[in-house]
């Protein structure tokens, strides 16, 4: 048999026939018979999905959570208390959420299922010495295998012969740079950057290999990643922890409020225990936020279809308030704080230095040197660099309609290419011109590419490639117009240019070029590539977005760190992050090696810190995520790739790009943006914290209501009964689901305040019912709205000869009396609505009207009020009847004083706004 567990060190640094021998295989394969028996010991070569819970099991348990249960109690007491239609109003709350939530559940399960997609399904193997199409799933270890551009990996592989091979490994490392790939042993700096080796779920993009294979399925990096991804836990959210502790909070408030209220109308009032029993079922249904589910739904809704206008896409209502709470953003940089495209920054020739910017001078002939407009005609050298961007180059940019460009090769390339346009020239026009006659491709070994092409009547070789490799192979240089010998003082000068600029994170590419006289059909590469004249090099990078700038400052002012997560250098890193002021001048870089080499403790020290870190591999980031998240940090976490897979999903909230992310990413994170830009993260927190406030405001608009509808119920039994129930429990019943509801749904859809970006993010040590919220709603409004309720009842009583003839107890007088306790109370409403839209800013400065749905409440629940007086049927069943002109003049004022009052406090307490 063979040795199937083989590590990434022995397979890149023992000998091909070493690994050869452990795999038990040959240059040309195994046999037919050898690779069934290995796929029976080994399985598929596909990613295996985890067996979950049964779909029965994940639907029941969305409708036993305790907020669940709650609502199934509130619909059996409104049953019990004669509401059939309430009770069954509020299961269907109930149902809808439970079934909603189930459905989200299910999509995140698609994570893998989108691994399982990115493998090939066929692949060219050597089976019995001939070379035959298979299906991946099929490919064992000790496989030997072909291929060539654009074929994807189907395993863990040594290279056995490789030809100019360049592997896109973005989907590993989420860089799009890609790897040169070469049979000799070569460590590189990060996780998957050893020259010899390649790897499942990547792909070729440009060369041929053969390779032979050494992991398959769950036991490749990919199916590794896959089983991180699959094995993280669905981690609670804030918002339903705090939902959880306040429905915990009222729940036990209403039982005891309710057990209360029965025992003293049996002992005190002497209340029939029947009777009394009612009575205590109403309070409780009263205290019982049948509303809390819908406005949440409503807030989170809302905030979904802001942050879709601001290009971010939430897979999960509950990540809405999350992002509120982000306290850490573990950033990519490739595409999100940067723009994704390789962008020629500077042109250094040996006696002068050109700055490229903005979009270009196409068509112009022109380029800028120190801000000023320079011919080209007058700069022979620009010209003739520019020249061999566009002529040695394999890549093509496509625009389309919107002059959006598609890169047909590398980003490099495509670097060079544009750069060339920005001057007009067209690579397109130009290879038509100039016929090429020959290529040597790029290989890793030599790192240059050569093309020679037919100019006029002569033959010219263009070399691109690295500095040294290219001025090495250099006699002469172009000085202006002039080609004189070159001194080691030319040297020394591009040298110096170029560590200047690699010591900003950027990367140069040399040229060179001179006029072939040999035949070339018989001009070997080393002949060919020999006695150049040295031009100059081309800089480039990969630019910061031009807005990712204001978006670092807002985060640090509303104090959400951004700690930088990449698979790129060290070095280009601590650029990027300094030039767009994440990180200052002592920043710590680490490596994906020093992380592996860090303890637990260490790493929290770390990352107390200013920190970047490069070269990571996917369990480095799912490392950083998870040690965040152990030290009380709520954790954003960005990807594109499937390397990023396990982090999106352990994250608070994983962020993936809609425009390069996989399906992997996306599947995984809880919100895609579909603009791959940083900028619209820090809009969704915005949005996010924006959701926690209104829930927070309708929590306190639901509180100051009960106060009103529990008041009257303490004065009966404060007074053994002598003072008649001045509300009955039917009508606390409809206050609670009629009139309650939509004023405090349209508290769901204000907008976020002013400053609310100027704050921390909310301490997790904060709770929805805090001693504000408490002493507003019991203490301030509650107490207000109660007040004025009551008075309307005794008021009304007073009109009738009270306190000359005893309260009535019963009867036409009694009823008008518990109507204006009713109107009274929804009248304070419409106050009390008015004043929860803000914490600290007047209604009049928002806009007394400009809630659209909350005046839509208003008018419901005053026709609601008509309905309970004027319709005969519902009289007799709420008790109600009609008031007279006095009793609605002091409705209809009833508001104005009230907010005229809170809106006094609001500027005492935080002067003007």
């Known amino acids: 048999m063979f040795k199937h567990k083989i590590d990434l060190k022995s397979a890149s640094q023992d000998t091909i026939n070493a690994l050869i021998d452990d795999l038990n295989t040959t240059t040309r394969g195994i046999s037919s018979a050898e690779a069934a028996a290995r796929l029976e010991q080994t399985g598929p070569n596909e990613i295996q999905q985890a067996v979950g819970e049964s779909q029965f099991k994940m639907l029941m348990k969305n409708f036993i959570s305790l907020m669940a249960i709650l609502l199934w109690v509130g619909g059996i007491i409104a049953i019990l208390a004669g509401m059939t239609e309430l009770g069954l109003a509020i299961w269907a709350v109930n149902i809808i959420n439970g079934g909603f939530s189930f459905w989200q559940e299910r999509s995140a399960q698609r994570a893998t299922s989108a691994l399982k997609k990115m493998l090939p399904t066929y692949v060219h193997v050597y089976r019995d010495d001939k070379l035959i199409k298979l299906e991946a799933r099929d490919l064992v270890p000790g496989d030997v295998f072909n291929l060539q551009a654009g074929d994807s990996v189907s395993a863990d592989a040594r290279l056995i012969t490789a030809t100019s091979l360049e592997v896109d490994q973005s989907s590993l490392t989420g860089e799009t740079v890609p790897e040169d790939k070469q049979v000799t042993f070569i460590p590189g700096e990060g996780k998957y950057s050893e020259s010899n080796l390649i790897y499942a779920g990547t792909t070729v993009g440009a060369g041929t290999a053969t390779a032979v294979a050494f992991r398959t399925g769950m036991q490749t990096e990919f199916g590794q990643i896959a089983e991180l991804t699959e094995n993280s836990k669905e981690e609670v959210t804030p918002l339903q922890q705090e939902l959880d502790r306040l429905t915990k909070q009222l729940s036990m408030i209403a039982i005891a409020i309710g057990i209360l209220f029965f025992i003293l109308a049996v002992t005190i009032v002497h209340y029939p225990v029947a009777k009394s029993f009612i009575f205590a079922l109403g309070m409780i249904v009263a205290f019982i936020p049948e509303g809390l589910l819908p406005t949440v739904t409503l807030s989170l809704a809302q905030g979904v279809q802001r942050m879709a206008k601001r290009h971010a896409l939430v897979k999960n209502l509950n990540s809405v308030e999350t992002l509120g709470e982000t306290t850490v953003i573990c950033s990519d940089k490739t595409g999100t704080l940067t723009q994704n495209q390789m962008t020629v920054t500077n042109i250094i020739l040996p006696n002068r230095e050109f700055e490229v910017t903005g979009r270009g001078y196409v068509?112009?002939?022109?380029?800028?040197?120190?801000?000023?407009?320079?011919?080209?005609?007058?700069?022979?050298?620009?010209?003739?660099?520019?020249?061999?961007?566009?002529?040695?180059?394999?890549?093509?940019?496509?625009?389309?309609?919107?002059?959006?460009?598609?890169?047909?090769?590398?980003?490099?390339?495509?670097?060079?290419?544009?750069?060339?346009?920005?001057?007009?020239?067209?690579?397109?026009?130009?290879?038509?011109?100039?016929?090429?006659?020959?290529?040597?491709?790029?290989?890793?070994?030599?790192?240059?590419?050569?093309?020679?092409?037919?100019?006029?009547?002569?033959?010219?070789?263009?070399?691109?490639?690295?500095?040294?490799?290219?001025?090495?192979?250099c006699d002469f240089v172009l000085d202006g117009d002039t080609i004189r010998p070159i001194q080691d003082s030319d040297r020394v000068t591009a040298k110096d240019a170029e560590k200047k600029y690699a010591a900003q994170g950027l990367r140069s590419l040399a040229m060179a070029y001179r006029e072939v006289t040999e035949d070339i059909d018989?001009?070997?590469?080393?002949?060919?590539?020999?006695?150049?004249?040295?031009?100059?090099?081309?800089?480039?990078?990969?630019?910061?977005?031009?807005?990712?700038?204001?978006?670092?400052?807002?985060?640090?002012?509303?104090?959400?760190?951004?700690?930088?997560?990449?698979?790129?250098?060290?070095?280009?890193?601590?650029?990027?992050?300094?030039?767009?002021?994440?990180?200052?001048?002592?920043?710590?870089?680490?490596?994906?090696?020093?992380?592996?080499?860090?303890?637990?403790?260490?790493?929290?020290?770390?990352?107390?810190?200013?920190?970047?870190?490069?070269?990571?591999?996917?369990?480095?980031?799912?490392?950083?995520?998870?040690?965040?998240?152990?030290?009380?940090?709520?954790?954003?976490?960005?990807?594109?790739?499937?390397?990023?897979?396990?982090?999106?999903?352990?994250?608070?909230?994983?962020?993936?790009?809609?425009?390069?992310?996989?399906?992997?990413?996306?599947?995984?994170?809880?919100?895609?943006?579909?603009?791959?830009?940083?900028?619209?993260?820090?809009?969704?927190?915005?949005?996010?914290?924006?959701?926690?406030?209104?829930?927070?405001?309708?929590?306190?608009?639901?509180?100051?209501?009960?106060?009103?509808?529990?008041?009257?119920?303490?004065?009966?039994?404060?007074?053994?009964?002598?003072?008649p129930l001045p509300l009955t429990v039917m009508q606390i019943l409809t206050i609670d689901i009629g009139t309650d509801m939509l004023p405090a749904l349209g508290l769901g859809s204000e907008k976020p305040e002013p400053g609310i970006m100027?704050?921390?993010?909310?301490?997790?040590?904060?709770?929805?019912?805090?001693?504000?919220?408490?002493?507003?709603?019991?203490?301030w409004y509650g107490m207000i709205g109660a007040a004025v309720s009551i008075g309307g009842y005794f008021w009304i009583n007073h009109l009738h000869g009270w306190p000359d003839v005893s309260l009535a107890a019963a009867g036409p007088v009694y009823a008008e009396a518990t109507t204006m306790t009713l109107a009274a109370i929804i009248f304070s409403q419409i106050a009390s609505v008015m004043n929860s839209r803000s914490q600290k800013a007047s209604v009049f400065k928002l806009g007394v009207f400009s809630n659209h749905k909350i005046n839509f409440g208003i008018l419901v629940e005053i026709l609601i009020l008509l309905m309970l007086m004027y319709v005969a049927p519902l009289r007799e069943v709420f008790g109600t009847t009609t008031l007279q002109w006095q009793a609605w003049l002091y409705l209809i004022v009833l508001p104005i004083p009230i907010v005229l009052i809170e809106n006094l406090r609001k500027r005492i307490a935080y002067g003007k706004r």
Request: net charge neutral.
């Open 363 to 473: 068509n112009n002939g022109k380029v800028k040197f120190n801000g000023a407009d320079v011919e080209l005609t007058a700069q022979p050298q620009l010209d003739k660099l520019l020249q061999i961007a566009a002529l040695d180059n394999d890549t093509r940019v496509q625009t389309d309609d919107k002059s959006v460009g598609k890169i047909l090769g590398t980003p490099t390339e495509a670097a060079l290419i544009v750069v060339a346009k920005k001057a007009g020239i067209s690579a397109d026009e130009l290879s038509h011109q100039y016929r090429r006659l020959k290529e040597y491709t790029f290989d890793s070994s030599r790192k240059r590419m050569s093309t020679i092409n037919q100019i006029d009547s002569k033959k010219e070789i263009f070399t691109k490639g690295g500095l040294d490799e290219v001025i090495g192979q």
């Open 522 to 723: 018989n001009l070997q590469m080393d002949q060919a590539e020999a006695k150049l004249i040295y031009v100059g090099q081309a800089v480039m990078m990969d630019p910061p977005r031009p807005e990712v700038f204001d978006a670092i400052k807002k985060c640090k002012t509303a104090q959400i760190r951004i700690i930088m997560v990449t698979g790129d250098s060290a070095l280009t890193a601590k650029s990027i992050g300094q030039t767009i002021g994440i990180v200052g001048d002592g920043v710590r870089v680490i490596t994906g090696d020093e992380l592996d080499a860090m303890s637990n403790e260490e790493l929290k020290v770390a990352v107390k810190q200013e920190v970047i870190f490069a070269r990571v591999a996917p369990e480095h980031k799912f490392r950083i995520v998870s040690t965040l998240q152990t030290m009380g940090e709520v954790v954003a976490s960005t990807g594109d790739g499937v390397n990023d897979a396990p982090a999106l999903k352990k994250a608070d909230i994983g962020v993936a790009m809609g425009v390069t992310g996989t399906d992997v990413a996306k599947d995984a994170a809880d919100m895609i943006l579909t603009d791959d830009n940083f900028v619209s993260i820090v809009s969704a927190i915005e949005e996010g914290r924006a959701v926690y406030s209104n829930i927070q405001k309708f929590l306190l608009y639901i509180l100051t209501s009960n106060v009103g509808e529990a008041m009257p119920s303490v004065l009966f039994l404060l007074s053994r009964g002598l003072i």
């Open 758 to 779: 100027n704050k921390a993010p909310r301490n997790p040590k904060d709770h929805l019912m805090s001693k504000n919220v408490l002493w507003r709603a019991f203490g």
